[in-house]
């Protein structure tokens, strides 16, 4: 299974981690983080009156949909989204299958007055901390992923200061996620087993989360505006990335999903 060879590929990074990789970003720019004003994602979820509530995310390729833009220059990329009207970024790190790197935090940071969200396979606490000192402000915690764990990781990330977004897929996993007191949780619209996308995954689950006054963020599989307008009632907000980075204009193609 896919996953199963993500979450090997994150295990051998994760070990290989030290103290002077985790504070590699010391001497670049953004290290200013430290001390900066932060960026709440639940705040920017929740607060947006006029405009749904979109996390647009910096993906340059992935295993369902292979090449999907290159980020050559992620500044111009990250300005040109935000001018599109999101609320936050979403930045994928992962390196061996979806192209991405964990330096394009840095690389935004300072420009960037949105929370950005590193969107990684999360496994060991190190990279827990490398994602706060990427400068950072939320970390994705898949409950697929940690399983048993992932009460412990959650307070690992509020501890570091990041906000967790606890990803689920199923019943038991939006169980899971609740009893850890998360108060961002995605619905993940596409099944990691097969990869397939279903919008119908949140219409089920959110109601199970809003039950506890939790915020809801559909992920995945969000490909046109009517899509937001099917889940409208069901989510707070939307990680939208393949459909955004493989448009020929990524901005035009977030503004439909923003005021749709
Ligand atoms: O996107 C994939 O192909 C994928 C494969 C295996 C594990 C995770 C995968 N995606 C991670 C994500 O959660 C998405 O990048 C994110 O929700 C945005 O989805 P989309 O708008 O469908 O690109």
New binding site residues.
């Given amino acids: 299974m896919?996953?199963d060879q993500?979450v090997q590929a994150s295990t051998i990074r994760a070990e290989a981690l030290t103290p002077g990789h985790m504070s590699r970003f010391a001497d670049s720019r953004s290290m200013a983080h430290i001390g900066r004003e932060r960026f709440s994602l639940l705040k920017a979820i929740t607060g947006a009156v006029d405009r749904n509530s979109i996390i647009a995310?910096m993906?340059p390729a992935?295993?369902?949909?292979g090449h999907l833009r290159a980020i050559t220059d992620p500044v111009a990329v990250s300005q040109d989204l935000i001018g599109g009207g999101c609320c936050a970024l979403?930045v994928?790190t992962e390196p061996a299958?979806?192209h991405g790197s964990i330096t394009t935090i840095p690389a935004i940071r300072d420009e960037t007055k949105v929370p950005i969200l590193r969107?990684d396979f999360i496994v060991d606490k190190k990279q827990i901390e490398e994602t706060r000192n990427a400068g950072a402000d939320a970390v994705l915690l898949i409950t697929a992923v940690l399983g048993d764990q992932l009460g412990e990781f959650v307070d690992a990330a509020r501890k570091a200061g990041l906000e967790p977004l606890v990803?689920v897929h199923d019943r038991q996993e939006v169980r899971t996620a609740l009893d850890t007191g998360a108060d961002l949780i995605g619905i993940?619209n596409?099944n990691?087993k097969n990869?397939k996308?279903d919008l119908s995954t949140t219409i089920r689950l959110a109601p199970m989360i809003k039950r506890a006054d939790r915020t809801v963020i559909a992920?995945?599989?969000?490909t046109w505006p009517c899509d937001i307008r099917t889940l409208r009632s069901y989510a707070n907000g939307y990680?939208?990335?393949?459909?955004i980075?493989a448009a020929e204009n990524p901005r035009r193609r977030l503004e439909g999903f923003v005021y749709a």
């Fill in positions: 896919i996953l993500i995310e993906k992935s295993p369902s949909k979403s994928i299958f979806f969107k990803e993940n596409r990691l990869l996308t992920e995945s599989g969000v990680l939208i990335g393949s459909s980075m």
